[in-house]
Protein backbone atom coordinates (compact mmCIF):
# COMPACT_ATOMS: atom_id res chain seq x y z
CA UNK A 1 0.00 0.00 0.00
CA UNK A 2 1.57 3.54 -1.25
CA UNK A 3 1.12 5.79 1.45
CA UNK A 4 0.87 9.71 0.72
CA UNK A 5 1.14 12.84 3.94
CA UNK A 6 -1.26 15.10 3.11
CA UNK A 7 0.07 18.47 4.39
CA UNK A 8 -2.93 20.16 6.78
CA UNK A 9 -2.66 23.28 8.41
CA UNK A 10 -2.42 21.74 11.91
CA UNK A 11 -0.61 18.34 11.20
CA UNK A 12 -0.68 15.78 8.67
CA UNK A 13 -2.89 12.79 7.29
CA UNK A 14 -1.46 9.80 6.13
CA UNK A 15 -3.32 8.53 3.07
CA UNK A 16 -3.10 4.92 2.25
CA UNK A 17 -3.97 3.57 -1.49
CA UNK A 18 -7.33 2.56 0.07
CA UNK A 19 -8.46 5.54 1.48
CA UNK A 20 -10.47 7.99 -0.70
CA UNK A 21 -11.60 11.09 -1.41
CA UNK A 22 -14.73 10.75 1.51
CA UNK A 23 -12.71 8.57 3.51
CA UNK A 24 -9.81 11.65 3.70
CA UNK A 25 -12.85 14.54 4.35
CA UNK A 26 -14.74 12.73 7.18
CA UNK A 27 -11.34 11.76 9.17
CA UNK A 28 -10.56 15.20 8.92
CA UNK A 29 -13.29 16.62 9.63
CA UNK A 30 -13.49 14.09 12.89
CA UNK A 31 -10.20 13.97 13.84
CA UNK A 32 -8.80 17.82 13.12
CA UNK A 33 -12.25 19.71 13.49
CA UNK A 34 -14.48 17.45 16.16
CA UNK A 35 -16.39 20.20 17.08
CA UNK A 36 -17.58 20.66 13.39
CA UNK A 37 -20.47 18.89 12.73
CA UNK A 38 -21.91 17.22 9.66
CA UNK A 39 -24.61 19.61 9.11
CA UNK A 40 -22.70 22.54 10.08
CA UNK A 41 -19.59 21.91 7.60
CA UNK A 42 -22.57 21.11 4.96
CA UNK A 43 -24.49 24.70 5.78
CA UNK A 44 -20.08 26.83 5.12
CA UNK A 45 -20.19 24.72 1.95
CA UNK A 46 -23.70 25.85 1.32
CA UNK A 47 -24.78 22.44 0.07
CA UNK A 48 -27.36 19.78 1.23
CA UNK A 49 -26.55 17.66 4.56
CA UNK A 50 -27.31 14.34 2.80
CA UNK A 51 -25.22 15.57 -0.15
CA UNK A 52 -21.96 16.38 2.34
CA UNK A 53 -23.25 12.66 3.74
CA UNK A 54 -23.01 10.97 0.16
CA UNK A 55 -19.45 12.76 -0.35
CA UNK A 56 -17.97 11.40 3.70
CA UNK A 57 -19.69 7.99 2.71
CA UNK A 58 -18.38 7.77 -1.28
CA UNK A 59 -21.45 7.48 -2.69
CA UNK A 60 -21.06 10.64 -4.90
CA UNK A 61 -17.01 11.07 -5.67
CA UNK A 62 -17.44 13.65 -8.11
CA UNK A 63 -18.03 17.04 -6.04
CA UNK A 64 -17.39 19.98 -7.85
CA UNK A 65 -13.83 21.60 -7.30
CA UNK A 66 -15.22 24.32 -5.90
CA UNK A 67 -16.70 22.54 -3.38
CA UNK A 68 -13.16 20.81 -3.05
CA UNK A 69 -11.75 24.33 -2.91
CA UNK A 70 -13.90 24.86 -0.18
CA UNK A 71 -13.79 22.02 2.14
CA UNK A 72 -9.89 22.24 1.49
CA UNK A 73 -10.03 26.16 2.70
CA UNK A 74 -12.43 25.16 5.87
CA UNK A 75 -10.62 21.70 6.78
CA UNK A 76 -7.00 23.32 6.26
CA UNK A 77 -5.89 21.13 3.47
CA UNK A 78 -4.05 22.47 0.41
CA UNK A 79 -6.09 22.68 -2.17
CA UNK A 80 -4.22 21.29 -4.71
CA UNK A 81 -3.71 17.79 -3.12
CA UNK A 82 -7.32 18.13 -1.88
CA UNK A 83 -7.80 18.49 -5.93
CA UNK A 84 -5.84 16.06 -7.04
CA UNK A 85 -7.38 13.43 -4.91
CA UNK A 86 -10.88 14.40 -5.80
CA UNK A 87 -9.29 13.94 -9.67
CA UNK A 88 -10.54 17.90 -10.46
CA UNK A 89 -8.86 20.75 -12.10
CA UNK A 90 -8.96 23.99 -10.04
CA UNK A 91 -11.33 26.42 -10.89
CA UNK A 92 -8.02 29.41 -11.85
CA UNK A 93 -7.06 26.56 -14.83
CA UNK A 94 -10.41 26.21 -15.63
CA UNK A 95 -10.74 29.28 -16.30
CA UNK A 96 -7.29 30.26 -17.41
CA UNK A 97 -8.39 27.77 -20.25
CA UNK A 98 -11.26 29.29 -21.37
CA UNK A 99 -9.74 32.74 -21.62
CA UNK A 100 -6.37 31.76 -23.13
CA UNK A 101 -5.80 29.57 -26.47
CA UNK A 102 -2.05 29.50 -24.85
CA UNK A 103 -2.78 28.24 -21.66
CA UNK A 104 -3.73 24.24 -22.80
CA UNK A 105 -0.36 24.72 -25.57
CA UNK A 106 1.88 25.59 -22.29
CA UNK A 107 0.84 22.86 -20.44
CA UNK A 108 1.43 20.33 -23.20
CA UNK A 109 4.72 21.67 -23.99
CA UNK A 110 5.67 21.52 -19.91
CA UNK A 111 4.64 18.31 -19.19
CA UNK A 112 6.32 16.50 -22.45
CA UNK A 113 9.68 19.38 -21.68
CA UNK A 114 11.29 16.17 -19.46
CA UNK A 115 11.47 18.68 -16.67
CA UNK A 116 9.83 17.54 -13.37
CA UNK A 117 7.35 19.85 -11.82
CA UNK A 118 9.78 21.06 -9.43
CA UNK A 119 12.01 21.81 -12.10
CA UNK A 120 9.80 23.39 -14.03
CA UNK A 121 8.46 25.78 -11.09
CA UNK A 122 12.18 26.80 -10.40
CA UNK A 123 12.72 27.92 -13.92
CA UNK A 124 9.60 30.42 -13.63
CA UNK A 125 11.23 31.27 -10.57
CA UNK A 126 14.26 32.36 -12.33
CA UNK A 127 12.56 33.78 -15.34
CA UNK A 128 10.03 36.10 -12.95
CA UNK A 129 13.54 37.02 -11.33
CA UNK A 130 15.05 38.21 -14.26
CA UNK A 131 12.00 40.32 -15.83
CA UNK A 132 11.93 42.09 -12.04
CA UNK A 133 15.41 42.88 -12.25
Known sequence: NETKIMKHKDSV???DS???FG???REARLQMRPSLSLRKLAWMLDIAPAYLSKIENNLDRSPSAKVVEHLAEILGF???DLLSIARRTPTEFEQAFESDIRAPRFLRIAMSSGYSP???EQIIIEY???QES
Do not use: G
Open 13 to 15: ISK
Open 18 to 20: TML
Open 23 to 25: DII
Open 78 to 80: DKY
Open 118 to 120: EEL
Open 128 to 130: RDR
